[in-house]
């Protein structure tokens, strides 16, 4: 008597060896980059090296980020390209990838890593006593900050550090491109000065500083009250000019005077008796 098979075992296996054989295929395309990584450079030229595929190529092209990179679309059928980078920095850097079309479509990255770029949001902020202020820095490039510090500067140019357990003083949030520092109830005295933002990633370490300025509440009712002076100043001018005006027009003739009226009238009798 012979034994079936079970028809559920061979069809299974029968997928395991069809999907094993499409990832060899899809391993067959090879391709080399060079260099494998761009680190500590002030320029690069990328290449890709398309080995091992039996596919014709349809053309290629790079990405940046994900971006493609619209100088670099060709339709030829190369199966190597190259890719220059003039000046490697945080503009620059990221995650290139170099793309032949085509069946499938196949790929390479190659990392370009620089010292990151900080930058302070505002570089001067006011404040108002006894309200809070924010200030920021944002970070560019690749990769981005693993870490980020807070100092105040003193006045001897040392540095004070600044932490979530300071207290409620401060607060202080981040982001690997962006971080924030809290300072609140601000107080005239002590919290003018310079505040530094401090990042750090495995291509070096960058910071920015933004200097704060804090004023008294009634500040703000300084330009109001200088044009209500102004005003009232103005009217004051007015009203003394109009007093001082009245009685020169007087006397200029603009009322009759009552000596010259009776001249008048006594020289018109006399003429009248004469001509009697």
Request: aromatic content about 8%.
């Amino acid at each position: 008597m012979k034994r079936r098979g079970n028809p559920w075992l061979f069809a299974g296996i029968v997928v395991v060896l069809s999907c094993f054989y499409r990832a060899e295929a899809s391993t067959d395309a090879n391709i080399i980059t060079v260099p494998g990584e761009v680190i500590n450079k002030t320029a690069a030229t990328l290449s890709c090296n398309l080995t091992d595929l039996s596919s014709k190529v349809g053309g290629h092209f790079w990405t940046k980020n994900g971006k493609v990179i619209d100088a670099t679309k060709s339709d030829k059928g190369d199966h190597y390209i190259e890719h220059e980078i003039k000046t490697v920095d945080y503009h620059s850097a990221g995650i290139y990838s170099c793309v032949f079309l085509t069946e499938p479509q196949v790929n390479a990255t190659i990392e370009v890593k620089a010292k990151p770029h900080v930058g302070a949001y505002k570089h001067s902020e006011h404040g108002n006593e006894n309200d809070n202020v924010t200030l920021a820095c944002v970070a560019h490039g690749y990769p981005l900050p693993t870490d980020w510090f807070w100092y105040k500067l003193n006045e001897d140019n040392s540095k004070t550090s600044i932490s979530n357990n300071t207290g409620e003083k401060y607060g202080i949030q981040n982001t690997p491109n962006k971080t924030t520092l809290s300072v609140n109830n601000l107080d005239m005295e002590k919290d003018p000065g310079f505040y530094v933002c401090h990042s750090v990633s495995d291509q070096g370490e960058a910071e920015d500083k933004i200097q704060l300025r804090v004023r008294s509440r009634l500040a703000a009712l300084w330009p109001f009250l200088g044009i209500v002076a102004e005003v009232i100043i103005l009217v004051t001018i007015i009203f003394i000019y109009e007093k001082r005006r009245k009685p020169d027009e007087i006397i200029d003739g603009s009322a009759p005077l009552k000596s010259n009226s009776a001249t008048n009238h006594k020289d018109k009798n006399v003429r009248q008796r004469n001509s009697n």
